[in-house]
């Protein structure tokens, strides 16, 4: 909780939970039965608040002392919608309110961009239900996404840059979200990506850290040339 520290005042007395994957296992160990669950926004009627079922995908990594799921699923319902894609403008405005009331709409955005940008496969935007945080706001109370491992981030040029992690439909598919999202990434291709002085001095600050690693800039120039044709072609989808 350092970076929350540094952040927020008194980050401690709000929850942070971990997005990771969840292990069931059989009672027959001779056919070694398991499997294997992400982390989602699926809300499961049968389970409803049960801290048992939720503690695999989302563990509570402040104050879990308290052993309290409630506010991470009253917010995971209300994203969830159901799982219903609202029908009309109404229906559409009574989610949005709903949402924006308990989550932080335009960081997300930043966040997915980024994610998105990066082919960041392995988290929660695209295709991979663990591998970061969610972070309730003492300022506020509403949700928001903090980075966790980046480690295979920028490998194909052609990863989608949004995915349907079960239950993300009802908020990925909405107008709304998506203006927050192609608009960073806009920013990202036009500023901070193929063509800025700022992100090659960055990667030169990195490497100048330590003598035990070199960083191949003409990899990284490469990579953000051949990954704006599925940026542009996201965003002119939405």
């Given at each position: 909780?350092?970076?929350?520290?540094?952040?927020?005042?008194?980050?401690?007395?709000?929850?942070?939970?971990?997005?990771?994957?969840?292990?069931?296992?059989?009672?027959?160990?001779?056919?070694?039965?398991?499997?294997?669950?992400?982390?989602?926004?699926?809300?499961?009627?049968?389970?409803?608040?049960?801290?048992?079922?939720?503690?695999?995908?989302w563990p509570i990594r402040t104050q879990s002392d308290r052993y309290d799921f409630s506010g991470l699923t009253s917010w995971i319902r209300t994203m969830y919608n159901n799982g219903v894609t609202p029908a009309n403008a109404a229906a559409d405005e009574t989610f949005r309110a709903s949402v924006e009331k308990i989550f932080d709409v335009d960081k997300f955005g930043r966040y997915a961009a980024v994610k998105g940008w990066a082919g960041a496969w392995d988290n929660f935007t695209i295709d991979r239900g663990k591998n970061g945080f969610v972070y309730r706001r003492p300022t506020d109370g509403r949700w928001e996404f903090q980075f966790w491992d980046g480690d295979l981030d920028f490998q194909s040029t052609t990863q989608s840059v949004l995915g349907g992690i079960p239950g993300t439909a009802p908020f990925f598919g909405r107008p709304w979200f998506r203006r927050?999202?192609?608009?960073?990434?806009?920013?990202?291709?036009?500023?901070?990506?193929?063509?800025?002085?700022?992100?090659?001095?960055?990667?030169?600050?990195?490497?100048?850290?330590?003598?035990?690693?070199?960083i191949d800039q003409n990899y990284f120039k490469s990579w953000f040339a051949n990954r704006r044709p599925t940026i542009d072609g996201f965003i002119g989808t939405g």
């Open positions: 909780t350092d970076m929350l520290d540094r952040t927020y005042e008194n980050s401690g007395s709000s929850e942070l939970h971990e997005i990771d994957d969840a292990w069931y296992f059989g009672d027959d160990l001779a056919s070694e039965n398991r499997s294997q669950v992400n982390g989602d926004w699926v809300f499961d009627a049968r389970f409803r608040e049960n801290p048992v079922y939720w503690h695999g995908s927050a999202l192609n608009y960073y990434l806009q920013e990202i291709r036009d500023k901070w990506s193929l063509n800025s002085p700022r992100m090659y001095a960055w990667l030169q600050a990195m490497e100048d850290q330590s003598p035990s690693y070199s």
